[in-house]
């Protein structure tokens, strides 16, 4: 039985859906330490979220961004936290939307992802800046 | 210390919400090992996705079908990603809405769902085929 | 290694979001022996949820319960599920949205949200009552 944990910060993007799986992999070779268990990934942000969902296409995530986009607008006229900016109450709202954290099974040292799945950073802020990801692996981990 | 894990494929299902507390409890009858614990459930798809909610009256599961259809409707105007049929970029978006995995608490060896939770698989293409599950139980087993 | 679990219990609050970060920090001081891990959190409800969100501004959470009254509006004319009063399927919406649980790192005994990151209970319920939330602890303790 192991517990791995560490902080990874990813770079500063736009606007948008994007896709971390590799980056976020390549951040914690660890897990090909364990023969099974669970990855779970953490974003200590209110304005950006984590998701799991295709790919391949980017159609996908443009898409993805132009329908949140309408699902929870800028400059809804009954918000009245509006002091940071018109992007920030809404990229509240999607962060509460699509959530925090992700947890994934490992199995034989690999993400038991599905393969069309990837995981994205989902960037609410038109400058959020750095993201700070929290990946913390447990399980049963060869010597 | 225990870990466990088991991939489940549940059937083909129709487009809808679908109760399927039953199946994934007789799927790891392993769980009953673990006097404390977590159950992680893992759907490795992007078009579905897992929920829990309301595990009595079938009007529940209706009503949220036809919330979700309203909610993520098909043919949008702006979507981009329409190669592959008019429910397939709407069902994305309501997989990363509802989400990709559930952790549900094991105590005394059984699931401790509230008295009203069942497990949801949400089938959100008109023909999904079957779903692949990945079940990881983890925690205090007895020997 | 170690695993704790404990079910606390909220006392009513009204409809609306609300920050019980303190509340739950303070029911399990277990916490403190874990020098990493996880805290899961668990509600056994199907009309209210726990999501993370922004814990310093209370227009955050007054424009959440607006967008979210919006986004999943009472008497929809198309609802069958109707029984329990107009406040009920929208609930059960908001719940599957938001979601029943979530999942924080520990590190060095506290829980390592963000700076801006607290714990909303989401009360979608006029009269929801006391409700149940069971908290599972695992990781690397102290003796």
Redesign the interface.
Same mark, same amino acid.
């Given at each position: 039985?192991a517990?791995?944990?560490r902080e990874v910060i990813l770079a500063r993007r736009s606007r948008g859906f994007h896709l971390v799986t590799r980056e976020i992999i390549a951040a914690v070779p660890e897990a090909g330490r364990f023969s099974?268990?669970?990855a779970?990934l953490?974003? *200590?942000? !209110?304005s950006a979220a984590l998701?799991?969902?295709?790919n391949a296409?980017p159609?996908?995530r443009?898409?993805?961004e132009?329908?949140f986009n309408r699902? %929870?607008p800028e400059r809804?006229p009954?918000? !009245?936290?509006t002091l940071e900016g018109p992007d920030d109450?809404p990229a509240?709202?999607k %962060?509460?939307?699509?959530?925090?954290?992700? !947890?994934?099974?490992i *199995?034989d040292g690999r993400l %038991?992802?599905?393969?069309?799945?990837g995981i994205?950073l989902c960037e609410h802020r038109d400058d959020g800046g750095p993201r700070?990801i929290?990946v !913390?692996l447990?399980?049963?981990a060869d010597d």
């Open positions: 039985m517990w791995f944990q099974v268990g669970l779970h953490f974003i *200590r942000h !209110t998701a799991l969902n295709e296409d159609t996908v443009a898409d993805m132009a329908y699902l %929870a809804a009954y918000f !009245t936290h109450m509240h709202l %962060a509460v939307l699509l959530g925090s954290s992700l !947890t994934i099974p *199995r %038991a992802l599905g393969t069309w799945q994205y700070s929290i !913390t447990s399980g049963e």
